[in-house]
């Protein structure tokens, strides 16, 4: 058996450097919240792959129903040849997403997927090119979607001329140091000097910024998106990409809003695991490009959408929504204690939205100069002491927990030992 040195030895020579890593670790195998090297050392994961993992790893029941579906078959291509699961799928996320009136459900397989093609419907749904995204958002990596994120580095670095008709707004939070009112007077100055709302097809926004740093969209700044858009005919897209699926304490992020988007883009915990990702919309937006203008060959893979089948009835069996907000509070107390500590790295802004936790590393005790180098060391460290950790941030000095909400208090407390270890001054 090789060693975790020797594989990323291996990856190095043989698989771009542009794919990055948070760690060197090789895994041989997982299960719910704990993950096995090739050495067969332990580690207790913090990541979810991403937020991918909110019913653990291998959940058991998500597992059957993809075993059951392989026996049965394992692709025709949806345009081709339908199967139920996917129109089952369709119909469960129509009637759970907080959207108003009809609502129509399409599948495709990666995030960026997702978010391009929330963007192609609002742009057949209005006859308009114009997109306004936020800065430190992050909506994927392909042409579109990376003009659309709001990071240079490194997701535009290096990528040649963005695509035309995308423009960002600061986005707010306090330790952005942008507030609402200055967001929308950039948006103001935005529809004065560079694109006339009526040009405008889609705002897309995430209700709490992931990569971006858990920073959780303020409601007057939703309710302000919502009244521009039904003012000017723009389409309200929520990226919930990453706080999809009962993360943040609800089903859907926007529930904690009392304004309603007009399209969801969800991926990642939708299917446990395996690659789906989906556009859940009003039906009139959802309908307007023509057949074929949509879809793709994979797009809602029978094995990826059995798994969402069974993600969601793990959702209502282990009543998963509830056991986010329980997550959420025991580790932002735990958090919060850490914080006092002088033996520990001196800590910032302890946040969370349901079980999407977050806290920043700084310079010193009560500052807020982001320590992007320490961060690093600290998931480095972590990673020695047998914890998954990931960090995220514009100043790159956010550690983000994201632990499954499937995860045992035992387990979860254990992970907490280890971040304390890793934080040690
Ligand atoms: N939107 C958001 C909010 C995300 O967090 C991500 C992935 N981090 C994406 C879109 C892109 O998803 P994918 O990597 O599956 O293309």
Redesign the pocket.
């Known amino acids: 058996m090789s060693t975790n040195a020797e594989i990323f030895a291996r990856r190095e020579a043989a698989i771009p450097r542009g794919i990055g890593h948070s760690t060197p670790i090789s895994a041989q195998r997982a299960l719910n919240s704990e993950v096995w090297d090739v050495e067969g050392k332990r580690y207790v994961d913090f990541a979810g792959g991403?937020?991918v993992l909110n019913t653990g790893h291998c959940n058991p029941h998500v597992m059957a129903a993809v075993r059951e579906q392989m026996e049965r078959f394992t692709h025709t291509c949806f345009q081709v040849l339908l199967y139920e699961p996917y129109v089952t799928l369709a119909e469960r996320l129509n009637k759970l997403a907080p959207i108003d009136g009809a609502v129509k459900t399409a599948f495709f397989t990666?995030?960026?997927?997702?978010?391009e093609n929330a963007i192609k419907m609002a742009r057949a749904a209005t006859g308009r090119a114009g997109v306004i995204a936020f800065t430190g958002?992050?909506?994927?990596?392909?042409a579109l979607?990376m003009t659309m994120t709001g990071k240079v580095f490194p997701y535009k670095k290096g990528f040649g001329a963005a695509l035309p008709e995308v423009w960002h707004v600061p986005f707010p939070a306090p330790q952005l140091d942008v507030t609402v009112e200055e967001s929308l007077k950039y948006l103001g100055f935005m529809f004065k000097a560079d694109i006339d709302p009526a040009r405008v097809a889609a705002i897309i926004i995430?209700p709490v910024?992931?990569?971006g740093g858990f920073h959780q969209a303020p409601p007057e700044l939703m309710r302000a998106l919502r009244k521009i858009c039904d003012e000017n005919g723009i389409v309200l897209i929520a990226?919930?990409?990453?706080?999809g699926y009962g993360r943040t304490g609800k089903m859907f992020a926007m529930e904690h809003y009392d304004v309603k988007p007009d399209l969801i883009?969800v991926?990642?915990s939708l299917a446990g695991g395996f690659?789906l990702?989906g556009v859940i919309g009003k039906a009139a937006i959802m309908d307007a490009a023509d057949p074929g203008g949509l879809g793709g060959t994979y797009a809602g893979n029978p094995l990826a959408v059995a798994a969402a089948n069974a993600v969601l009835d793990v959702f209502e069996k282990d009543k998963l929504v509830d056991r986010a907000n329980v997550i959420g509070e025991r580790i932002v107390a735990r958090l919060k204690k850490m914080q006092q500590r002088n033996d520990l790295l001196p800590m910032a802004a302890v946040r969370a939205v349901g079980a999407m936790i977050a806290f920043d590393i700084v310079k010193e005790r009560g500052g807020e100069v982001p320590d992007a180098e320490m961060t690093k060391k600290v998931t480095q460290r972590a990673t020695d002491e047998g914890l998954i950790l990931l960090s995220c941030g514009t100043s790159f000095n956010t550690i983000r927990i994201l632990v499954p909400l499937t995860a045992e208090d035992a387990i979860i407390d254990e992970g907490l030992d280890k971040l304390e270890i890793a934080m040690s001054a």
């Open positions: 991403i937020a990666t995030g960026a997927e997702a978010t958002g992050f909506h994927g990596r392909t979607t995430e910024q992931g990569e990226d919930e990409v990453q706080t883009c991926a990642k690659p990702s």
